[in-house]
């Protein structure tokens, strides 16, 4: 059996952490291209400017478009080779950080978030768009990050909506990476650049993924209250720094090497229904989950516990909270189809799935979170 794992070369978290993003640019040279919007930019400027003082380096700013496009990565890559820049810097959400990572091509990259909404910082893949908005493609590169490196002084900063949508992602690693264990289904972390054209064998997970996706779901039953707690009033505290690492770290790490399963597959189904278009990733995820627990009949005890952790801290637990106020059967079985395609992570589950039976667990995880909100 080929088991992979995959990891950044390094990751950094600390308050004011941004202060030595000056350092590590310098282990590549002098000059990094900075991929962020302007309103990012604005809002950290005094730290970028005040690091590249200390450390004797340059940003270059490229006025970022906002969407992870070809065309996009094929302008930076171009700047970045005018402007002989040693390193690129992917700093902001998710669209620039991808955007980071096409540019890059896997060498000499640092992810610097800004928000930790999702798990794709220390991943070695991307998503790319059309310049309309639309969804294009998957890139895989042939290794994660350089460096991830998280300032929670700034992430404390931000709206906690984006630390609770990030706790959403990360409530479903352990649950996914243990029905790919389960399956002996394959991970992301065998995938380098080019994989899909059969340069390289498929790869199954390691346990180490396992624990880090079972330590991650157990960070956030301890310490997810606190943690959102400590972001309504902007202040870093013990809680709020090991959420953040659960969110990007254990997650991103949990998910790329431990797999996925149902629950992003069924995000995938419900992003049909424009009623749920205003939710976020993270809480699209985390009414999946209840909805894959579901599906494959987990302990009363256990789903129980995921309702209410997920109540606790605002997460969505049917469809109402995302929008979704009436579904019809005809919009159930779209949503139910798209999940259950060939391609889906759905098929990782340790049993045969059909439209019939997800369309099933989305009713009754629907029902049953409903009800949990009136207890």
């Given at each position: 059996m080929r088991k992979a794992f995959i990891a950044p070369t390094k990751y950094v978290?600390?308050?004011?952490?941004?202060?030595?993003?000056?350092?590590?640019?310098?282990?590549?040279?002098?000059?990094?291209l900075l991929i962020a919007n302007q309103e990012d930019v604005n809002r950290v400027r005094e730290k970028?400017?005040?690091?590249?003082?200390?450390?004797?380096?340059?940003?270059?700013?490229?006025?970022?478009?906002?969407?992870?496009?070809?065309v996009e990565a094929k302008r930076l890559q171009e700047l970045a080779k005018k402007e002989q820049c040693e390193c690129v810097i992917g700093l902001g959400g998710g669209k620039a950080i991808d955007t980071s990572k096409v540019v890059a091509e896997g060498k000499n990259l640092i992810i610097v978030p800004t928000i930790v909404a999702t798990d794709a910082p220390?991943?070695?893949?991307?998503?790319?768009?059309?310049?309309?908005?639309e969804f294009d493609d998957y890139a895989y590169f042939m290794q994660s990050p350089s460096v991830v490196l998280i300032d929670t002084t700034i992430i404390a900063q931000a709206p906690t909506r984006f630390l609770v949508s990030g706790m959403g992602d990360a409530l479903s690693t352990y649950f996914e990476a243990r029905a790919t264990t389960r399956a002996y289904a394959n991970v992301n972390a065998g995938l380098p650049c080019g994989a899909r054209?059969?340069?390289?064998?498929?790869?199954?997970?390691?346990n180490t993924a396992l624990a880090l996706a079972k330590l991650c779901y157990e960070t956030l039953l301890e310490d997810g209250l606190k943690?959102?707690?400590?972001?309504?009033?902007?202040?870093?505290?013990?809680?709020?720094?090991?959420?953040?690492?659960?969110?990007?770290?254990?997650?991103?790490?949990?998910?790329?090497?431990?797999?996925?399963?149902?629950?992003?597959?069924?995000?995938?189904?419900?992003?049909?229904?424009h009623e749920a278009h205003g939710a976020t990733h993270g809480e699209k995820v985390a009414f999946s989950v209840i909805c894959q627990l579901v599906l494959e009949n987990a302990p009363t005890q256990e789903l129980e516990e995921v309702l209410t952790f997920a109540n606790s801290i605002g997460l969505p637990v049917c469809l109402e909270d995302l929008g979704v106020k009436h579904i019809t059967d005809e919009q159930l079985t779209s949503v139910a189809e798209k999940a259950c395609i060939p391609e889906e992570s759905i098929h990782s589950m340790p049993f045969p799935i059909d439209v019939a039976s997800v369309k099933s667990a989305i009713m009754v995880a629907d029902a049953i979170g409903r009800k949990s909100k009136m207890a």
């Open positions: 978290q600390g308050e004011d952490e941004l202060l030595n993003l000056g350092y590590f640019v310098k282990t590549f040279g002098k000059k990094a970028l400017e005040k690091t590249a003082e200390t450390f004797g380096i340059e940003f270059i700013e490229t006025n970022f478009h906002g969407e992870a496009s070809r220390t991943s070695h893949s991307a998503v790319l768009y059309t310049e309309e908005g054209e059969g340069v390289c064998p498929p790869a199954k997970s390691t943690a959102k707690e400590a972001s309504d009033l902007n202040v870093v505290t013990p809680a709020l720094e090991n959420i953040i690492e659960a969110n990007i770290l254990l997650s991103g790490l949990g998910f790329e090497s431990g797999g996925l399963a149902a629950v992003h597959a069924i995000h995938d189904g419900l992003t049909v229904l």
